[in-house]
């Protein structure tokens, strides 16, 4: 690695990451499956993903850190582990809200879900801001890659919060499914980057 503080602070980000999405995650997923909320519980996938992306990233870091140097097959296995998991999410909420659309379900409010994504909305952005100086400092496409991942976590923030708090105020169904639509577009854009290892124009 070209910078050992770079280093070391883009594996403080990832512990950071892991323990933040792990508590987003629980919180989204619970509420969303108690007030019935694809684009929620899309949510709390995401930050199950995020989990999952930043510690094979951290595995990563450590094993360059300690010497190991770059080992680009396994740099690019790992992208393309991320760019599946973008993909995945991507099903999981076209399938979920188009099921929702077609049966007419009505999902309750979720003054939980619209507390947690506001925060959020706040957090992810800068999250993924340093993520990416410290993968820029390193020339690491892996922790560039992996601060897409959490720009998109911004992203899905921002929808879900317009959603579930359109939802709240006028009680319009289809915006639970259409903010799942946009995370969606989202991951399956950033998919394709991450599993052709160009993430140079995010």
């Known amino acids: ?6 280093a070391r602070r883009a594996i403080s980000l990832e ?9 987003e995650g629980v919180i989204a997923v619970s509420a969303g499956l108690a007030a019935g909320l694809v684009s929620l519980i899309g949510f709390g996938v995401d930050s199950g993903i995020e989990v999952a992306a930043a510690s094979v990233v951290l595995v990563r870091l450590r094993a360059e850190l300690g010497g190991a140097g770059v080992d680009q097959a396994k740099e690019r296995r790992a ?14 909420v076209v399938v979920e809200g188009s099921r929702d659309l077609l049966t007419g379900a009505t ?21 993924a801001r340093f993520k990416r100086l410290a993968g820029e400092a ?3 496409r892996l922790v560039v890659t992996d601060a897409a991942e959490t720009r998109l976590c911004a992203w899905l923030s921002v ?9 709240a ?7 639970d499914p259409a903010a799942g639509y ?14 052709e290892g160009d993430m140079d124009g995010c």
Do not use: C, H
């Not at 105020?169 to 915006?175: K, P, S």
């Open 15 to 23: 512990r950071f990451t892991i323990a933040y999405n792990l508590v």
């Open 1 to 6: 690695m070209k910078d050992d503080s770079a």
């Open 79 to 92: 992208l393309r582990f991320i760019a599946l998991t973008f993909f995945a999410l991507a099903a999981y």
């Open 138 to 140: 390193l020339g690491s």
């Open 182 to 195: 946009v995370i969606a577009w989202f991951a399956v854009q950033e998919g394709r980057e991450a599993w």
């Open 107 to 127: 999902p309750d409010t979720s003054a939980a879900g619209v507390a947690l994504t506001g925060v959020s909305v706040v957090v992810m952005p800068v999250l």
């Open 169 to 175: 105020l006028v009680g319009w169904t289809w915006l």
């Open 159 to 167: 929808s879900t919060f317009v959603g579930l708090l359109g939802f």
